[in-house]
């Protein structure tokens, strides 16, 4: 069973940047497609950006595209969220999540596997 361990929220000031980061408690993400989602309380889920772990193919959600970079490391149990001239907008909970088979990776019920959220708070 995969256990996903979400760190890195914090408050900051606009224009800075965040690092989430995503660690596999039990074994790898290494047959995994890794997300991030973003939630505001009251709101559905946002897809914020996904990976495919064996070729890091990554994708973004329109609304964070140049601003946010996914990646993970070499030893397959970490994915992280780059996020860079943070904005007002972006205040929110940073959720990782992870399944074997998804077949829409914007769609947060494609995923089994999800780590607590991280709250990202930014002010101007």
């Known amino acids: 069973q995969v256990m996903l361990i979400v760190s890195g929220g914090r408050s900051v000031k606009a224009g800075e940047s965040l690092r989430l980061s995503c660690a596999v408690s039990k074994g790898t993400f290494s047959t995994y497609m890794a997300a991030w989602f973003r939630q505001i309380p009251g709101r559905a889920k946002e897809f914020v950006s996904a990976?495919?772990?064996?070729?890091?193919?990554?994708y973004y959600g329109d609304s964070v595209k140049g601003r946010f970079t996914i990646s993970r490391n070499s030893a397959g149990n970490t994915v992280y969220l780059q996020i860079n001239n943070l904005k007002s907008e972006d205040t929110a909970i940073y959720y990782c999540?992870?399944?074997?088979?998804?077949?829409?990776?914007?769609?947060?019920?494609?995923?089994?596997?999800w780590g607590q959220g991280t709250q990202v708070t930014v002010s101007s």
């Open positions: 990976i495919t772990w064996k070729s890091a193919t990554t």
């Open positions: 999540a992870a399944d074997q088979i998804v077949n829409n990776m914007a769609v947060p019920s494609e995923y089994g596997y």
